[in-house]
């Protein structure tokens, strides 16, 4: 079975600052969907940035980008440029290309001060 | 606009008290799904939905039902509430429930059994 561990419960930084989380994942196949999703107090889930295992370059999405390293299996997401909007709770998710559900790791809440 | 609604958004009920909370899509998705979010161990797949009439169990289906009867409804039903059902839910849906596809999610639903 998948699992994802995400091994930072908490993390605060100053607004401006780059912060990255991290991520990893444990599975037997070669072909597989990463995502980060954020959860703002409203509790909306809002998909931030998706990765495809087979793709060697690392996605980005404006300010969000990741850091892609299948054969550790690791999946960390860097915020360049933090803005106070991006204090939420970030999951990283993980998911089979067979697989009928999305595998969550525990959340890493991100506080950004002003 | 393309959303996935749910309803009640909060709810108060005691234990054993049958409920269903309620999920509907308009985008004419073809896969849904059940999670719920407990601090410290992310999102879980309660049950999902391949299509009308075809429902199967995900990690933690025990104490919960669904139906899938029209293809945008898909309810989740508590027949016997229990406390350590105090959760917050998310419906999801994709267009046919495949890796790559964006899952789109509910706004969640609260629920506090006493």
């Known amino acids: 079975a998948q699992t994802v561990t995400q091994s930072q419960p908490e993390m605060s930084v100053q607004e401006a600052e780059t912060v990255t989380l991290s991520c990893t994942y444990d599975t037997s196949e070669n072909n597989y969907y990463l995502f980060w999703y954020k959860q703002p107090p409203s509790r909306q889930m809002i998909l931030v940035i998706r990765q495809e295992a087979y793709k060697q370059q690392n996605a980005t999405e404006n300010r969000f980008s990741v850091n892609f390293q299948k054969a550790a299996k690791s999946f960390s997401l860097k915020i360049s440029d933090s803005q106070l909007g991006d204090t939420a709770m970030y999951f990283c998710a993980f998911k089979g290309k067979g697989a009928q559900k999305l595998v969550f790791g525990q959340g890493t809440r991100l506080t950004i001060n002003p | 606009e393309a959303q996935v609604t749910q309803n009640p958004r909060y709810l108060i009920t005691v234990t054993g008290k049958k409920l269903t909370v309620t999920c509907s899509q308009n985008m004419n998705h073809e896969y849904m799904s059940w999670y719920r979010q407990d601090p410290g161990l992310g999102l879980r797949q309660i049950y999902y939905s391949m299509n009308v009439e075809v429902t199967d169990k995900g990690d933690v289906p025990e104490g919960y039902k669904v139906s899938r009867k029209e293809k945008r409804n898909f309810p989740l039903i508590l027949e016997s509430p229990s406390p350590n059902q105090t959760s917050l839910y998310f419906c999801?849906?994709?267009?046919?429930?495949?890796?790559?596809?964006?899952?789109?999610f509910g706004p969640g639903t609260r629920l506090l059994v006493l």
């Open positions: 999801a849906s994709s267009l046919t429930g495949q890796a790559q596809e964006t899952q789109y």
